[in-house]
């Protein structure tokens, strides 16, 4: 199982991690990754005064650089890569 952590700290809120956990949500349903992949909910996980984009992690790794607007992109290939 991989567990995806998607903060929902005020500063990730204000850039949209909501949106993430909904393109992840819909990424889980096409690629059919129910009973692989856990979405979680995390509070601040420090991405945001480290300035690395929003705070997510995959399987405890912080993913850097993640934004709004290419989550789905940098998290299809990161979750595909635990996967494998
Ligand atoms: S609020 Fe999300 S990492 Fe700080």
């Known amino acids: 199982m991989v567990t995806v952590e998607v903060c929902i700290g005020s500063a990730c809120y204000v850039r949209g991690s909501n ?18 992949v856990a979405l979680k909910g995390s ?17 405890g790794r912080q993913i850097a650089g993640v934004t709004m607007q290419n989550a789905r992109e940098i998290l299809k290939e990161e979750i595909s890569k635990a996967l494998a």
């Open 19 to 36: 949106h993430v956990v909904s393109d992840l949500k819909e990424l889980i349903k096409e690629e059919h990754w129910e009973e692989k």
């Open 43 to 59: 509070f601040c996980m420090k991405a945001c005064q480290n300035h690395i984009g929003l705070g997510v992690k995959i399987n």
